[in-house]
């Protein structure tokens, strides 16, 4: 699965859009972009995928570029519950092991 | 949206138990099962992938006496820890995969050997 690159940590006032990026230059043309979020002391909560069009679900908005080098996860909205761990993960389709990076650290504050 | 359950979500026993850790995919069958490990302020580590009916293979440096995984059903998988140490101390995460749908995980259990 091709490598992918985000930042350690962003912050983000309450109300406002969090917009997480990440890097995946080696993205093969079968590999979708899934994110996953993990909230302190949970599981791991699936949020988006998408292989090369927008994506939009009730939870976030995934774009990518039409590269597909790199990708943006949004949440609107962001709340404090949104505080958490982001993953973003390039992976095969049919291929169904997930490989978690470092992530980013999403701080939304009041 | 789907849902997977894992029981205990903690555990507190002494060096030397057996301690079992329950993963039920609750309104889909699971092919696949995987089960993850997480120390503390570290990623999650995969440890090994159960197929329903087969055995389960396990990741390069996870002892498979150790840690006994059984997949019975197409809805419950079991990761039972052998003679837990201290050194086994962490949060273990089951999750579940079904055919052209993401995994899904549970909400992991926090195992503390005294």
């Known amino acids: 699965d091709a490598k992918t690159t985000q930042p350690t940590s962003m912050d983000c006032a309450e109300g406002r859009a969090a917009n997480l990026p990440c890097n995946h230059s080696t993205i093969s043309g079968n590999e979708y972009v899934y994110w996953y979020r993990q909230i302190h002391s949970q599981g791991p909560q699936y949020i988006i995928h998408?292989?090369?069009n927008n994506e939009t679900n009730e939870m976030a908005s995934l774009i990518i570029t039409e590269d597909r080098k790199s990708s943006t996860l949004i949440l609107p909205h962001a709340t404090l519950r949104d505080t958490a761990v982001y993953y973003c993960i390039a992976l095969q389709s049919g291929y169904s092991t997930l490989t978690f990076g470092k992530g980013t650290m999403l701080l939304v504050s009041p | 949206g789907a849902v997977v359950s894992q029981h205990p979500s903690r555990v507190i026993c002494k060096s030397g138990t057996s301690v079992k850790i329950e993963c039920r995919s609750l309104d889909f069958q699971a092919t696949t099962m995987f089960w993850y490990r997480q120390f503390p302020k570290q990623s999650l580590m995969l440890m090994a992938t159960s197929n329903e009916g087969s055995k389960a293979t396990y990741e390069q440096g996870v002892e498979k006496d150790k840690f006994l995984i059984n997949h019975a059903s197409l809805t419950l998988s079991t990761l039972t820890v052998t003679s837990a140490h201290p050194e086994d101390s962490s949060f273990y995460i089951c999750?579940?995969?079904?055919?052209?749908?993401?995994?899904?995980f549970g909400d992991g259990t926090r195992l503390s050997i005294l």
């Open positions: 999750s579940a995969l079904s055919p052209n749908q993401p995994q899904h």
């Open positions: 998408g292989l090369k």
